[in-house]
């Protein structure tokens, strides 16, 4: 019998649902599960059909981050010295989406989770939902949660998130614009869902040409982006987690 895959994909009536599937781990990130999340977004970033993009996490939670467990494995995982190319390779995937990517933040989005949240062009939260960004303070730039704050919002919106590294509720979210809805918790996952399908039904496929519109216009290249944070944040030793801020 197979393993159970890392991340589903499933298309339907214009929607590509990517779920991150560890919820027993809630979603902690690992790098086979990030090989998992590039291909599935570049495979609906090829389809036709697809229009828009739901981005989820199994379990009721979005993500928790890295597994410390995982990588602090003895002996060590036979990924430990490929993760960073996984990583890249998760959000260069992100980057070039042609589509509308929808985020249902269920529960929390923490560290290296929320830069996937923060990929996202509309986020859904939950009333209880909460993103946190505490790299800086564990001795790691974050260089992909810049990226795409940079990317998208105010030296002040990621100012507040990066510096701070506090977990920053929903209604917070939604002041600063970076969340797009707030709604109960037990409502994240449909109304992303409904919002994707508002998207996912736009005639002629008008999504993909509105969004290469709106990046062309604003000049936004998250892909360079991602590697100018990359340069822009070395780090001058071996970064291996063993501490991070606890659910």
Not at 24 to 37: C, G, T
Not at 53 to 66: E, H, K, P, R
Not at 68 to 95: E, F, K, Q, R, V
Not at 197 to 202: E, L, V
Request: glycine share 8%; charged share 15%.
């Amino acid at each position: 019998m197979s393993a159970e895959p890392l991340v589903n994909l499933s298309t339907a009536h214009g929607v590509a649902t990517v779920e991150l599937n560890r919820p027993a781990r809630r979603n902690a990130i690992i790098p086979p599960m990030l090989d998992e999340l590039a291909v599935a977004i570049d495979t609906a970033s090829a389809d036709e059909s697809v229009s828009a993009v739901l981005l989820c996490g199994a379990g009721g939670a979005f993500c928790s981050g890295l597994d410390l467990d995982a990588y602090n494995a003895d002996p060590p995982p036979p990924w430990i010295t490929t993760g960073g190319a996984s990583t890249s390779a998760a959000h260069t995937a992100l980057a070039n989406c042609p589509v509308p990517i929808v985020v249902a933040l269920e529960r929390y989005a923490i560290n290296g989770g929320a830069a996937y949240a923060l990929a996202g062009d509309l986020i859904v939260a939950g009333e209880g939902a909460w993103l946190q960004v505490g790299e800086m303070v564990q001795g790691l730039p974050a260089p992909m949660n810049l990226a795409w704050l940079t990317t998208k919002y105010p030296e002040s919106v990621a100012g507040r998130i990066v510096y701070s590294g506090e977990r920053i509720p929903a209604a917070d979210l939604q002041a600063m614009s970076v969340c797009h809805r707030v709604v109960a918790d037990d409502e994240v996952r449909s109304t992303a869902e409904a919002l994707a399908a508002r998207i996912g039904a736009s005639p002629a496929n008008t999504p993909r040409v509105v969004k290469a519109a709106m990046r062309a216009l604003y000049g936004a290249d998250p892909a360079t982006q991602i590697s100018r944070a990359r340069d822009a944040t070395p780090i001058t030793k071996a970064f291996r987690p063993t501490a991070a801020p606890k659910p």
